[in-house]
């Protein structure tokens, strides 16, 4: 699995929009970059994932650049819920590949 | 739906007594299981997986084993404990490309 680098910790400001990025430069053409978040004391919570286009859901929007080389979660309203440590991790959807994660993004929203 | 189970959700044990941690999976069938350890302010360490029945594949070398006696369940064990096996352990199952589910967790402190 390609490696992903992320900032050690970032700070948000409640109501602004937090993006967080994450390199992957090693990155192979049937890998799918995934975001993950765990709040203090729980099991990390899946949020979103994408192969080379952009992707939105409820919780979150995943950037892709064209090269997919890197990607940007953006949470575009934080809350202070949001305050989490988040997890990008590059991987391919073949059977018996194992998710490995890194120490993540620790981000802070402040009221 | 598809919940997963895990137990206990604290759990103190001395040094040298035997453990056993539990992950069942509800609503579906030949789920991928996994075993992750988070030590206190580090990253997730995958630990085992399994693809079936049985079927048990060590990430690292250990104190810890695992073992499948049934399609949705995989337990986490330790004849004798030590001080370092003392962290955060959860069970997650796979849901293909989507990525996977975590179980709420076991703190273990070893003392």
């Known amino acids: 699995d390609a490696k992903t680098t992320q900032p050690t910790s970032m700070d948000c400001a409640e109501g602004r929009a937090a993006n967080l990025p994450c390199n992957h430069s090693?990155?192979?053409?049937?890998?799918?970059v995934y975001w993950y978040r765990q709040i203090h004391s729980q099991g990390p919570q899946y949020i979103i994932h994408?192969?080379?286009n952009n992707e939105t859901n409820e919780m979150a929007s995943l950037i892709i650049t064209e090269d997919r080389k890197s990607s940007t979660l953006i949470l575009p309203h934080a809350t202070l819920r949001d305050t989490a440590v988040y997890y990008c991790?590059?991987?391919?959807?073949?059977?018996?590949?194992?998710?490995?994660f890194g120490t993540g993004t620790s981000l802070t929203v402040i009221p | 739906s598809q919940t997963i189970h895990q137990w206990p959700a604290t759990l103190v044990q001395p040094v040298g007594s035997p453990l056993s941690l539990e992950c069942t999976v509800e609503?579906?069938?030949?789920?991928?299981l996994y075993w992750y350890r988070q030590a206190a302010g580090r990253g997730l360490q995958l630990l085992f997986y399994?693809?079936?029945?049985?079927?048990i594949s060590s990430e690292v070398p250990q104190n810890l084993s695992a073992s499948r006696p049934q399609d949705r369940q995989f337990i986490l064990s330790s004849k004798k404990l030590l001080l370092s096996d003392s962290g955060f352990y959860l069970c997650?199952?796979?849901?293909?490309?989507?990525?996977?589910?975590f179980g709420s967790g076991t703190r273990l402190t070893v003392v």
């Open positions: 997650a199952w796979s849901q293909g490309r989507y990525g996977y589910t």
């Open positions: 399994s693809v079936g029945i049985g079927q």
């Open positions: 090693t990155i192979s053409g049937n890998e799918y």
């Open positions: 994408g192969l080379k």
């Open positions: 991790i590059v991987r391919s959807p073949n059977t018996g590949n194992q998710f490995y």
């Open positions: 609503g579906t069938s030949n789920p991928n």
